[in-house]
């Protein structure tokens, strides 16, 4: 008999917290890329303001916007030649917030998505911002896409947590977690998808019971994920930013049938 045959219904009130998933994903994989050191990315945001990260070393950059900036500790993981996924948290406590960069050295196009966290009715809510620029001046950037829509995949994220995905539309999608320390939850949740090469994206979801928001790279043709998970722990009261990647399998493909009137 399988897993899920054994899982039924968990009621909200008995999930785990979100440091639950903390030891069972485990560090990522893939190597850090020192290819960005001594350069510099900026870009324009909608509302006109500039923003610059400069990475300094392999480990380390600098961020300016107005009259605000720092520094932090940051991985770059070269995901495909010249496309990378940047990924760095500044901030403490409720004040954090999560950047995440994919960055085309190809054709130039950038989408950075920033996680932060706000108040909400007595508890503690997430939110994520994107801006889809070109540090080249060229019209492309990444676009929204439906590529995913129809499928069914299977992520392995360590040797002891197993998820899997359906993707119902463009911006909706059921996640099932078949193993680990989330077994048996699942749930429906908002999410966004950007072409960024052939058979890879920019996945994002936030979801609406756990205080969670995760951007990653989905890449079909390697079968990997590689991203984070960013999220409020409750009972310490303390951000979780959760690094990943998976190994992934397709499992299905759902396609509907064109007529579908009753006769």
């Given at each position: ?53 400069a990475f300094q070393t392999p480990d380390t950059l600098s961020w300016s916007e ?21 990924d760095f948290v500044r901030g403490q406590g409720a004040d954090a917030e999560n ?165």
């Open positions: 008999m399988t897993t899920t045959a054994l899982q039924d219904y968990v009621p909200e009130e008995e999930w785990p917290p979100v440091s639950t998933m903390v030891d069972g994903f485990g560090d990522q994989t893939l190597p850090a890329s020192p290819a960005l050191v001594n350069t510099k990315i900026s870009q324009e945001t909608p509302d006109g303001s500039h923003i610059e990260y107005g009259s605000s900036g720092g520094t932090a500790a940051y991985k770059a993981i070269e995901a495909r030649e010249g496309i990378f996924i940047i950047v995440t960069i994919i960055f085309d050295r190809t054709n130039g196009a950038l989408t950075t998505a920033v996680s932060k966290f706000t108040p909400s009715k007595g508890s503690v809510r997430a939110s994520t911002d994107f801006t889809h620029t070109n540090i080249n001046g060229h019209p492309t950037v990444h676009q929204r896409s439906s590529a995913l829509v129809g499928k069914r995949i299977f992520y392995r994220y360590s040797d002891v947590e197993s998820y899997e995905h359906i993707y119902l539309n463009q911006g909706t999608f059921t996640w099932h977690c078949v193993r680990g320390g989330e077994a048996g939850l699942a749930d429906t949740d908002r999410c966004m998808v950007w072409d960024v090469a052939e058979d890879l994206y920019i996945f994002f979801w936030t979801e609406k019971v756990m205080t969670v928001e995760a951007v990653l790279l989905i890449d079909l043709s390697e079968k990997r994920s590689i991203g984070r998970m960013f999220g409020w722990d409750n009972p310490t009261g303390e951000p979780v930013s959760l690094p990943f990647d998976s190994r992934l399998s397709i499992l299905n493909t759902t396609n509907y049938p064109q007529d579908t009137r009753k006769r």
